[in-house]
């Protein structure tokens, strides 16, 4: 999804604390570009890596009783179901002996964003897009670098900073900032004004959820623009 530059006139920002492994991020992929195409540079969207599971080996989820990626794959399926996005769990198959974080994904994305900004949004839809339906690793140096390849990302200057430690110093600053504010499931996103009001939605939400609370954030309802017509 296009980022809007802070220099444009938005008047709604969703902080939007993700991690490129999470299904029901990977599900949201279609709601965030309809609100995008509908509220257009009214809406900001700022990525924030929350770090979901740092070794698979400390972790624990009581909500859908995960503790190995292999207990991940009937999730993403039934998740799938529900949020109707393609997925192909043979990932947890394939790289099950060498999966065990998915922090180095996320340190990618803050790689992208550091060396590259306007790419970054474009990049993170590239790894989800490779981890839940292409079976490709993204924790692998090889795979983020190829990925940023294929749109235009200087890989020298990525493969600069996710050495000097630049990207994993963002991503720890991401991390740190979502436990401050109690967040530790995804997708959770903080819909604000300019004025800094705010509310949380945790969970994947509809559309009709987002742009209620948006319009509640707003103080009245944000100006609707009609999609494009679609050519033939």
Known sequence: MHKTPDSQPWKIEIVYYTDPYCTWCWGSEPILRHLEVVFGEQLKLTYKMGGLVEDIADFYDPTNDISSMEQVAPHWLE????????????????????????????????????????????????????????????????????????????????????????????????????????ISSFPTFIIRNARDEQIALRGYQSFDSFASVIDSVHGEPLERQKPPPLED
């Open 79 to 182: 998740a799938s179901a529900s949020h109707g996005m393609p997925v192909d769990v043979s990932v947890f198959n394939t790289y099950r002996d060498e999966l065990r974080s998915t922090y180095p994904g996320s340190i990618a994305y803050k790689a992208v964003e550091l060396v590259d900004e306007d790419r970054a949004s474009m990049y993170l839809r590239r790894l989800r897009e490779a981890t839940a339906a292409l079976t490709l690793p993204i924790h692998r140096r090889e795979t983020q670098l190829e990925l940023a390849k294929e749109i235009g990302v200087d890989t020298d200057a990525l493969a600069a900073v996710l050495d000097n430690g630049q990207a994993k110093t963002a991503f720890q600053a991401d991390v740190d900032e979502a436990r401050s504010h109690g």
